[in-house]
């Protein structure tokens, strides 16, 4: 990510072999210049990890490329996967077809630092769409270099962050969304009913699921009885092995 490299070892490995490997992989690749050790997955409300330092400059931030954008995080404090690039500018494009013309409210949910309402503003622009992207996240220090983010890619008009939990945003928000994005983590609350309040007849929901095809289309249906169209469903990338993150979207009806 960036300038820093995050490596696995099995268990059992000696310090001394990840502090050699580390070091070797610092010599070979010219653009990292931190080399971390995973020592745990994501996890919690906050989605955050733990690293361990092992070469190079002594830092845990880093300022990351992707989609024409540019993105400064803190590796352990934030939630920011790579591996959804693809993903995040498939998203955009799906979204963008769908904005119109004329002011589009956009809510994306779970947003971490920004990188999917970015990354849409963005596109948007170069469509020459009016939309006003409102960017949800509980993690106070994801909101922090979201801020930063927003302001590096010029694009303070077109997003304000609205932080805290997300079941409260109807309290925050007064405005009914024409499209909503949940970029939920896999937690058990679906966070739908929120949705469903800041939506009104016609409104499009992408949703993020985990598990199989059946159980988010059961999911989704259980949390919204009669109250949505057609869900169409797609992978949206592995979550781990034989396992899933879907993107599902349906319309308020």
């Known amino acids: 990510m960036g300038t820093i490299a995050i490596l696995k070892f099995p268990k059992r490995t000696f310090l001394i072999t990840k ?10 690749h010219n ?39 540019t993105f ?11 591996r959804l690039s693809e ?24 947003s971490g630092i920004s990188p999917y309402p970015i990354i849409l503003a963005k596109k948007l622009k170069e469509a ?7 960017s949800n996240e509980l993690n106070k ?8 983010n927003i302001q590096l890619n010029k694009l303070t008009k077109k997003i304000e962050l609205v932080s805290g939990d997300a079941e409260k945003l109807p309290n925050k928000i007064s405005k009914k969304m024409e499209i909503i994005l949940m970029t939920r983590p896999n937690l058990k609350k679906t966070f739908l ?14 949703y993020h699921g985990f598990g199989t095809k059946d159980e988010i289309i059961k999911e989704i249906k259980k949390e919204t009885p009669n109250k949505i169209g057609k869900i169409t469903i797609r992978k ?14 349906f319309k308020v009806i």
């Open 19 to 28: 502090l050699i490997k580390a070091r070797k992989f610092l010599k070979q």
């Open 31 to 69: 653009n990292v210049k931190t080399v971390l050790e995973k020592t745990g997955g994501f996890s919690g409300e906050l989605r955050t990890q733990k690293t361990n330092h092992l070469a190079g400059i002594k830092t845990k931030e880093t300022t990351y490329f992707e989609n024409n954008c």
């Open 72 to 82: 400064k995080f803190n590796v352990d404090e934030t939630y920011f996967s790579p």
């Open 87 to 110: 993903e995040r500018k498939k998203t955009a494009e799906e979204i963008s077809k769908l904005t119109k013309k004329n002011k589009t409210n956009i809510l994306i949910m779970f």
């Open 128 to 134: 020459k769409k009016e939309a006003k992207i409102y």
């Open 141 to 148: 220090k994801a909101n922090g270099y979201a801020e930063k």
């Open 193 to 206: 009913k929120t949705a469903l309040k800041l939506s009104k007849k016609g409104t499009t929901i992408f």
């Open 236 to 249: 949206a990338g592995n979550i781990g092995k034989y396992k899933f993150r879907w993107l599902a979207k």
